[in-house]
Structures are given as structure tokens and as C-alpha cells.
């Protein structure tokens, strides 16, 4: 199983990513591992989750306050949310 997700935050990155890990255990994932891309200069990132449920790619944007969807999907659809996120957050 795999999941993407789409998180908006009033919080600094680090503190985003915080949050959202946080927010996955509370919905009952246990995280194995965890990474967080974002550049400076984006109001952006991406945090990619591996977990005892699947892997997760949470893709997190400024907002007013925190707010978090997840939802179901195929690998396919989860490695390509990452390369275009990954892509966009490069420059590239």
C-alpha cells in the first residue's frame, strides 16, 4: 500500500516536518524512516515516510493554519508524485 498526502502549515519547515510525522503516528502509522526536502527559498517541501502501513510522500505548502489529506494509491502513483515534487522543489 501507498499513500500521498497534501499538507498545508503556518509552521517553519522543520517544524512542519515534525508535525506531520506526528500526525502519522497519531493515525496509527509507525514510522521506520523519514526524510525532508525543501529548498529555502520555496514556501514548499516534501517529506517521504516509510512505514509499517506503506510509504507515504506528503507534499506540504504555507497556509493559515495546519491541515492534513491523505490518500490511498498505486506505488506508481507515489514514485511519480516524488519525481515530479522532487523535480519542481530542484529547479529542474
Known amino acids: 500500500m501507498a ?3 497534501f499538507a498545508k502549515t503556518d509552521l ?3 517544524e512542519t516536518y515534525s508535525i506531520i510525522l506526528k500526525e502519522l503516528e497519531e ?16 514556501p514548499f517541501g516534501l517529506v517521504i515516510v516509510e512505514s509499517d502501513r506503506g510509504n507515504i510522500a506528503i ?3 504555507l ?6 489529506r491523505i ?10 508524485f516524488i519525481d515530479d515534487t522532487l523535480e519542481y522543489i530542484s529547479g529542474d
Not at 502509522?29 to 525532508?36: A, E, L, V
Open 27 to 42: 493515525r496509527g502509522f509507525k514510522i521506520k524512516f523519514s526524510k525532508h526536502h525543501w529548498a529555502g527559498d520555496m
Open 59 to 61: 507534499r506540504w505548502a
Open 71 to 80: 490518500e490511498e494509491v498505486s506505488d506508481k502513483d507515489l514514485s511519480e
Open 12 to 14: 517553519a519547515p522543520y
Open 3 to 5: 499513500y500521498i498526502g
Open 63 to 68: 497556509g493559515k493554519t495546519f491541515e492534513l
